[in-house]
């Protein structure tokens, strides 16, 4: 599977974004996919993940409220709504797939990722 992020940019404090991970192979469906972001300096972190339908979904305490992730299974993609940005929100945000189980939280039960998309927000 190879799954590819876009959607990234420049954006002011209080806007929004939606990026988008589409992802290859036939067996999208099968696969968990999650949101991750890294900021200069620091570790990767989770963000956001759905399950293989979409109808379970998990947020970072931060985020909850303000990102919503989607998956559209007949086009092979994953999106992550964000509004209300902020600047702490700046980083580079990685898409990510796994077939197997374990905490949505765990970047290393993530078997394919991508090459992250940046979003900058500014104050």
């Known amino acids: 599977v190879q799954v590819v992020e876009s959607g990234g940019g420049l954006v002011q404090a209080g806007g929004s974004l939606k990026l988008s991970c589409a992802a290859s192979?036939?067996?999208?469906?099968?696969?968990?996919m999650g949101w991750f972001r890294q900021a200069p300096g620091k570790e990767r972190e989770f963000v956001a993940a759905?399950?293989?339908?979409?109808?379970?979904?998990y947020y970072e305490d931060s985020v909850k409220g303000r990102f919503t992730i989607s998956r559209d299974n007949a086009k092979n993609t994953v999106y992550l709504q964000m509004n209300s940005l902020k600047p702490e929100d700046t980083a580079v945000y990685f898409c990510?797939?796994?077939?197997?189980?374990?905490?949505?939280?765990?970047?290393?039960?993530?078997?394919?990722w991508g090459q992250g998309t940046q979003v900058t927000v500014s104050s």
């Open positions: 759905a399950g293989w339908s979409g109808g379970s979904t």
């Open positions: 192979g036939r067996t999208f469906s099968r696969y968990a």
């Open positions: 990510a797939a796994r077939s197997g189980y374990g905490t949505y939280g765990d970047a290393q039960t993530y078997d394919y």
